[in-house]
């Protein structure tokens, strides 16, 4: 337990507000840390090699296999990263190290890394579905099984355009994950985990079809990654194409060949963000979730690579340069059908994670920019919920209208798409790791583990494997600059356009904060807890949670003071401080926690409860679940009750549910309490939230009791209690439940219920339509 | 400009190679670290 640790009281009669420091989350094993992260770093295999080779010819797949390896360190890098004790977002870490202009271009390019992820994955899952199609169209037509006056139609054999397609695939995409995040979609580590379980099922086949395929039928041979191997395309050489320079490649080509290859470990900084919600012990999972990563990507990308280019023959590789993968399926060894269904395969595991990765590119996108935002380098306007949803929908419809841009401008050129990508990428790595090395000096809090070699001289410690790390990645970054023209042009005029955006919006707030943070202090003192702890916090067991979310719908905190006396129950005010997969790299800060819209909730808050005469204690904790952290907060603050309003987007039995479920996912020890939702009219419905006597129906109970009455006349039977008839009759359901009379019960429960069951229920139980006051239950219901 | 050009090349091939150098320590060094901490079973979650 941790107390608060007060601040300097500057005026007695300020509203005390504890805002916890430490984000309730509900913790994932490394398992599925790694598998989060593999949905988006493994779904560079998919296109990575395909536009390797072209920039860079034959030997493209040992630069694949190189980056792959190099990985491993900028890996080191993120757990150096991710051990070091420090709060704030991205832009506040990088400015502590590099200052506020670096730090907003470093933001800048991690903006282009995740924005540029939605289109590239898109459009690559589309040219996937697409060459599949045309793959079994020409099948058809080879076995003559397409009508004549279709083929007469079509011109020949039915082909569709493959760039339409995909881009009409990526934008259908994009825009379904554009609402679902509008919404407030959901993000489980279950959802990853099986697509990460399928990816592992069609990587296993992938590599023993491709052994006995190169057993059966031979191979070509992959060129050494030697200057003399190195065929530039035009593209590939971009600025320098026109200069002597070009002619001049030796060792600098091997340099642009690993530049060319690097957007294969696009992904990595997911590492990052996953670390938070990493269970204990944390920096060993952190690092066991790195390993599993490492080498499930060496495997998969290195060596899907590489068996491209020595099974695909060279003649139609070009074919497949968009689709590599489904283009290995076509040239295993094997029945032509049954190497046609596991190209369809591939196509199904390439549509789950890169259409996973153009959700997780929006949801990254909005993270970083609202967490930009709470570190006042964009302005307030574009964090401003959703009146509806509650989402910042302000800043998913500007990632995503800039993602529909950049995949209509592509017009389902991946190549192009994945020069831009890499610029994103590269910068992005340059930049953290830079921060890393300057704060070896700057930063001398805690830090669980520093990348390897350091060498001591005297006193001062000089971080080799660190310096060499960003020596790669610098000089990479800087001959792409010259290498990707087309990256280059988009990447900084990117990059520029944000850094106008940052550095107008740093402007206007420094204003408007200054204001608001002098009437923050005036009326609101700020105590910061590692924990949300009762004793800690001074309240009394049994009180009410409140929680609070739109300022403009406060009428359930309304009711609550109409309802209680403080004097015998504590009232607590809460509000989650939600952030989601992708922002969580860091911990918040006490005031990014409390930030204006905290204070605007609060102070209205305040504002009803005065005008009640009744005191309320005021919380903010931050969460990745909303359910999961009052659940927690209701456990850890012994509260009896929690009272919540209606939700736009669920009914009062919903948000029942959703807590039920959060109940049941909650470490022990767990405590059982009332939820309340009060709806809009006033009236409230009540549900226990873990397990408890269930409320039975009037006929229920006479048909115990004739039960009773008829089995106590049986010989034997006549001490016999109705709790033992419920017993039996509980034990021989369970029996049957577990039997083969399952679906029948399953059938007879669905009717009842009128709904099909997904998944074990929580343990809620609506028990009335009415209350008098918080926590009541109506008498007669409880068993 | 031609030798400025040159001289900007040479001094990226070096960084990178001795960067690389480097790096491969770091591949090397956390590759141990990592086969101890593969070795560790305790606290698995």
């Given at each position: 337990?941790?107390?608060?640790?007060?601040?300097?009281l500057l005026?007695s009669?300020?509203?005390?507000?504890v805002?916890?420091?430490?984000v309730?989350?509900?913790?994932?094993?490394?398992w599925?840390?790694?598998?989060?992260?593999?949905?988006?770093?493994?779904?560079?295999?998919?296109?990575?090699c395909?536009?390797?080779?072209?920039?860079?010819?034959?030997?493209?797949?040992?630069?694949?296999?190189?980056?792959m390896?190099?990985?491993?360190?900028?890996?080191a890098?993120?757990?150096e990263?991710?051990s070091m004790?420090?709060?704030g977002?991205?832009y506040?870490?990088v400015?502590?190290?590099?200052g506020?202009?670096?730090?907003k271009?470093s933001?800048?390019?991690?903006?282009?890394?995740?924005?540029?992820?939605?289109?590239?994955?898109g459009?690559?899952?589309g040219?996937y579905?697409a060459g599949?199609?045309?793959?079994i169209?020409a099948?058809?037509?080879?076995?003559?099984?397409?009508?004549?006056a279709v083929h007469a139609?079509a011109?020949g054999?039915?082909?569709?355009n493959?760039?339409?397609?995909?881009?009409?695939?990526?934008?259908a995409?994009?825009?379904?994950y554009?609402?679902?995040?509008i919404?407030?979609?959901?993000e489980?580590s279950?959802k990853?985990?099986?697509?990460m379980?399928?990816?592992?099922?069609?990587?296993?086949?992938?590599?023993?079809?491709s052994?006995?395929?190169l057993l059966k039928?031979?191979?070509?041979t992959?060129?050494?990654?030697?200057p003399?191997?190195?065929?530039?395309?035009?593209e590939?050489?971009?600025?320098?194409?026109?200069?002597?320079?070009a002619?001049l490649?030796?060792?600098?080509g091997i340099?642009?060949?690993?530049?060319?290859s690097v957007?294969?470990m696009?992904g990595?900084?997911?590492?990052?963000?996953v670390?938070?919600e990493?269970a204990?012990?944390?920096?060993?999972?952190?690092?066991?979730?790195?390993?599993?990563?490492?080498?499930?990507?060496?495997v998969?990308?290195g060596?899907?690579?590489?068996?491209?280019?020595?099974?695909?023959p060279?003649?139609?590789?070009a074919?497949?340069?968009?689709?590599?993968?489904?283009?290995l399926?076509?040239y295993?060894?094997?029945?032509?059908?049954l190497?046609l269904?596991?190209?369809?395969f591939?196509?199904?595991v390439g549509?789950?994670?890169l259409?996973?990765?153009?959700?997780?590119?929006?949801?990254?996108?909005?993270?970083?920019l609202?967490?930009?935002?709470?570190?006042?380098?964009l302005?307030?306007?574009?964090?401003?919920?959703?009146?509806?949803?509650?989402?910042?929908?302000r800043?998913?419809?500007?990632?995503?209208?800039?993602?529909?841009?950049?995949?209509?401008a592509?017009?389902?050129?991946?190549?192009?798409?994945?020069?831009a990508?890499?610029?994103?990428?590269?910068?992005?790595?340059?930049f953290?790791?830079?921060a890393?090395?300057?704060?070896?000096w700057?930063?001398?809090?805690?830090?669980?583990?520093k990348?390897?070699?350091?060498?001591?001289?005297?006193?001062?410690?000089?971080?080799?494997?660190l310096?060499s790390?960003?020596l790669?990645?610098?000089?990479?970054a800087i001959?792409?600059?010259f290498t990707?023209s087309?990256?280059?042009v988009?990447?900084?005029?990117?990059?520029?356009g944000?850094f106008?955006?940052?550095t107008?919006?740093?402007q206007?707030?420094m204003?408007?904060?200054?204001?608001?943070?002098?009437?923050?202090?005036?009326?609101?003192?700020l105590?910061?807890?590692?924990?949300?702890?009762r004793?800690?916090?001074?309240?009394?067991?049994?009180?009410v949670?409140?929680?609070?979310?739109?300022?403009?719908?406060?009428?359930?905190?309304?009711?609550?003071?109409?309802?209680?006396?403080?004097k015998?129950?504590d009232?607590?005010?809460?509000?989650?401080r939600?952030?989601?997969?992708?922002?969580?790299?860091?911990?918040?800060?006490?005031e990014?926690i409390f930030?204006d819209?905290?204070?605007?909730?609060f102070?209205?808050?305040?504002?009803i409860?005065?005008g009640?005469?009744?005191?309320?204690?005021?919380?903010?904790?931050?969460?990745?679940?909303?359910?999961?952290a009052?659940v927690?907060?209701?456990t850890?603050?012994?509260?009896s009750?929690?009272v919540?309003?209606?939700?736009?987007?669920?009914?009062?039995?919903?948000?029942?549910?959703?807590l039920?479920?959060?109940?049941?996912g909650?470490a022990?020890?767990r405590?059982?309490?009332?939820?309340?939702?009060?709806?809009?009219d006033?009236t409230?419905?009540?549900?226990?939230?873990?397990p408890?006597?269930?409320?039975?129906?009037?006929?229920?109970?006479?048909?115990?009791?004739?039960?009773w009455?008829?089995?106590?006349r049986?010989?034997?039977?006549e001490?016999?209690?109705?709790?033992?008839?419920?017993?039996?009759?509980?034990?021989?359901?369970?029996?049957?439940?577990?039997?083969?009379d399952?679906?029948?019960?399953?059938?007879?429960?669905?009717?009842?219920t009128?709904?099909p069951?997904?998944?074990?229920?929580?343990a809620i139980?609506?028990?009335?339509?009415t209350?008098?006051?918080?926590?009541?239950s109506?008498?007669?219901?409880d068993? | 400009m031609?030798v400025?050009?040159h001289l900007?090349?040479?001094i990226?091939?070096t960084?990178?190679?001795?960067?690389?150098?480097g790096?491969?320590?770091?591949?090397?060094?956390?590759?141990?670290?990592?086969?101890?901490t593969l070795?560790?079973?305790g606290?698995s979650?």
């Amino acid at each position: 337990m941790s107390s608060p640790n007060s601040q300097p009281l500057l005026r007695s009669d300020r509203v005390k507000i504890v805002v916890a420091t430490s984000v309730m989350l509900t913790f994932i094993s490394y398992w599925r840390a790694a598998a989060i992260v593999l949905n988006d770093l493994a779904s560079s295999a998919f296109y990575a090699c395909g536009i390797a080779e072209q920039a860079v010819g034959k030997s493209a797949p040992w630069f694949i296999l190189g980056v792959m390896l190099f990985s491993f360190t900028v890996r080191a890098v993120y757990v150096e990263s991710c051990s070091m004790f420090v709060r704030g977002g991205v832009y506040r870490v990088v400015k502590e190290a590099l200052g506020g202009t670096l730090a907003k271009l470093s933001v800048s390019a991690l903006m282009f890394d995740y924005i540029l992820t939605g289109p590239i994955s898109g459009v690559s899952a589309g040219q996937y579905i697409a060459g599949l199609i045309n793959e079994i169209f020409a099948t058809m037509d080879a076995h003559r099984l397409i009508p004549g006056a279709v083929h007469a139609l079509a011109g020949g054999t039915p082909h569709l355009n493959e760039n339409f397609l995909s881009v009409a695939f990526a934008l259908a995409v994009t825009i379904y994950y554009w609402w679902e995040n509008i919404k407030g979609i959901h993000e489980s580590s279950e959802k990853a985990l099986r697509v990460m379980q399928i990816t592992t099922v069609m990587v296993v086949i992938l590599l023993g079809w491709s052994v006995i395929t190169l057993l059966k039928g031979g191979w070509q041979t992959v060129p050494w990654p030697t200057p003399a191997n190195l065929h530039f395309s035009p593209e590939a050489l971009g600025f320098l194409k026109h200069t002597e320079t070009a002619h001049l490649l030796g060792l600098f080509g091997i340099l642009i060949a690993f530049g060319h290859s690097v957007l294969a470990m696009s992904g990595e900084e997911s590492l990052a963000q996953v670390n938070r919600e990493l269970a204990h012990p944390k920096l060993k999972n952190l690092k066991r979730a790195a390993i599993i990563i490492a080498i499930y990507s060496l495997v998969f990308t290195g060596f899907a690579s590489l068996l491209s280019v020595m099974l695909i023959p060279d003649s139609v590789r070009a074919g497949y340069k968009d689709n590599l993968i489904a283009g290995l399926a076509m040239y295993m060894w094997g029945p032509e059908l049954l190497r046609l269904l596991f190209r369809g395969f591939v196509v199904v595991v390439g549509f789950l994670i890169l259409s996973g990765a153009i959700n997780t590119s929006i949801i990254g996108s909005n993270g970083v920019l609202n967490r930009v935002s709470e570190d006042g380098v964009l302005a307030d306007w574009f964090r401003f919920p959703h009146r509806r949803y509650g989402t910042s929908h302000r800043i998913i419809n500007m990632v995503v209208i800039l993602q529909v841009l950049t995949i209509v401008a592509s017009w389902g050129n991946v190549y192009a798409l994945g020069e831009a990508y890499a610029f994103g990428v590269i910068w992005s790595f340059t930049f953290n790791c830079l921060a890393m090395l300057v704060l070896r000096w700057k930063y001398k809090g805690e830090r669980g583990w520093k990348v390897p070699p350091n060498i001591t001289i005297g006193k001062t410690e000089l971080p080799i494997g660190l310096a060499s790390v960003f020596l790669v990645l610098l000089t990479v970054a800087i001959t792409n600059l010259f290498t990707k023209s087309v990256a280059t042009v988009a990447g900084v005029s990117f990059a520029f356009g944000f850094f106008v955006i940052f550095t107008i919006s740093e402007q206007v707030n420094m204003r408007k904060h200054a204001l608001a943070q002098k009437q923050m202090k005036e009326h609101f003192q700020l105590l910061q807890s590692d924990t949300v702890e009762r004793e800690g916090l001074g309240i009394r067991r049994g009180n009410v949670l409140v929680t609070v979310r739109d300022y403009n719908t406060l009428t359930h905190l309304k009711w609550v003071l109409a309802h209680t006396d403080t004097k015998e129950q504590d009232v607590v005010v809460m509000s989650a401080r939600l952030s989601q997969f992708g922002a969580a790299a860091y911990d918040l800060a006490t005031e990014q926690i409390f930030s204006d819209y905290e204070q605007t909730l609060f102070t209205r808050a305040v504002s009803i409860a005065e005008g009640f005469g009744k005191r309320i204690s005021l919380l903010v904790v931050p969460a990745r679940d909303v359910w999961s952290a009052i659940v927690q907060t209701a456990t850890n603050l012994e509260s009896s009750s929690v009272v919540a309003g209606l939700s736009s987007k669920m009914t009062a039995e919903e948000q029942a549910f959703a807590l039920g479920r959060a109940w049941e996912g909650a470490a022990e020890p767990r405590r059982q309490f009332i939820m309340q939702v009060v709806l809009p009219d006033s009236t409230v419905r009540t549900f226990r939230i873990g397990p408890h006597t269930p409320s039975m129906k009037n006929e229920d109970v006479l048909l115990t009791h004739r039960l009773w009455l008829n089995l106590t006349r049986e010989k034997g039977l006549e001490k016999l209690h109705h709790h033992d008839i419920l017993t039996e009759a509980l034990t021989r359901f369970a029996h049957d439940y577990a039997g083969r009379d399952r679906d029948d019960i399953l059938r007879e429960l669905r009717k009842i219920t009128g709904l099909p069951l997904t998944g074990p229920p929580p343990a809620i139980s609506p028990i009335t339509t009415t209350g008098d006051k918080p926590g009541d239950s109506p008498p007669g219901l409880d068993s | 400009m031609a030798v400025l050009a040159h001289l900007g090349i040479h001094i990226l091939e070096t960084l990178f190679f001795i960067g690389m150098a480097g790096s491969t320590i770091v591949l090397i060094l956390s590759a141990i670290e990592d086969i101890e901490t593969l070795a560790d079973k305790g606290d698995s979650h």
